[in-house]
């Protein structure tokens, strides 16, 4: 079955302490991407990668990191957490463009909700 | 990418069609109008996708307006799993997806 598997679904940590939440896709695509969701601000991205060895900010990349070291998996780092990182946060993948951008269809993992106290 | 202008909210009776506008009155040619929801906190779901011509799928019906301008996505017969927040989405040549408040949309019995 095609998905995108984000873990763990649920976290609760300390301000400082450094994490990792992990993003699995297998579905071959190149294009992967970090959101979070926020009440009254929708969803915004954080990081994104076109392909192995390839990251780019979004609109909300302070205080994350990212690596994409392989073309399945693209982690999200928390190096200090914040309390205003406390959040729900996506990651999504797709198919490169192409002539046809019709591909560019986005699937998301299931989230994780993270609590930075 | 264009904007989009979606109602806040609306209602629909359960084995009903719901029908949610959208306004994107800058898009421009070669951008496509995307429909996604969200089904309470769950990972956005991609429903359908057009350009100018209407399309439908097994899960919705997507009918644009000629000057494209605006935009009708159909759920032809609502049920109780169909209650979310739906995203009208226009996309140009990157990757990304701009998600603005979108409609919620409560189905009741």
């Known amino acids: 079955e095609a998905q995108v598997t984000q873990n763990p679904r649920y976290l609760i940590t300390v301000t400082g302490k450094k994490l990792t939440v992990t993003c699995s896709q297998n579905?071959?695509?190149?294009?992967m991407s970090w959101y979070r969701q926020d009440p009254g601000l929708g969803l915004r991205q954080i990081y994104y990668?076109?392909?192995?060895?390839?990251?780019d900010k979004g609109d909300v990349p302070e205080g994350y990191k990212v690596s994409r070291k392989e073309k399945r998996n693209f982690p999200l780092i928390l190096e200090s957490p914040s309390p205003n990182q406390t959040s729900l946060y996506f990651c999504?993948?797709?198919?490169?463009?192409?002539?046809?951008?019709?591909?560019?269809?986005?699937?998301f993992g299931a989230g994780t909700r993270l609590s930075v106290l | 990418d264009a904007k989009t202008t979606q109602p806040p909210s609306m209602d629909c009776a359960e084995g009903r069609a719901a029908n949610l506008p959208c306004n994107h009155s800058?898009?421009?040619?070669?951008?496509?109008v995307y429909w996604y929801r969200q089904i309470h906190s769950q990972g956005p779901q991609y429903i359908i996708h057009?350009?100018?011509n209407n399309e439908t799928n097994e899960m919705a019906s997507l009918i644009i307006t000629e000057d494209r301008k605006s935009s009708t996505l159909i759920l032809p017969h609502a049920t109780l799993r169909d209650t979310a927040v739906y995203y009208c989405?226009?996309?140009?040549?990157?990757?990304?997806?701009?998600f603005g408040a979108g409609t919620t949309v409560t189905v009741r019995a």
């Open positions: 057009g350009l100018k």
């Open positions: 579905m071959n695509h190149e294009y």
């Open positions: 990668s076109m392909n192995v060895e390839v990251t």
């Open positions: 999504a993948s797709s198919l490169p463009p192409g002539p046809d951008r019709a591909k560019n269809i986005q699937y």
């Open positions: 989405i226009v996309r140009g040549n990157d990757y990304k997806l701009s």
């Open positions: 800058t898009i421009s040619g070669n951008e496509y």
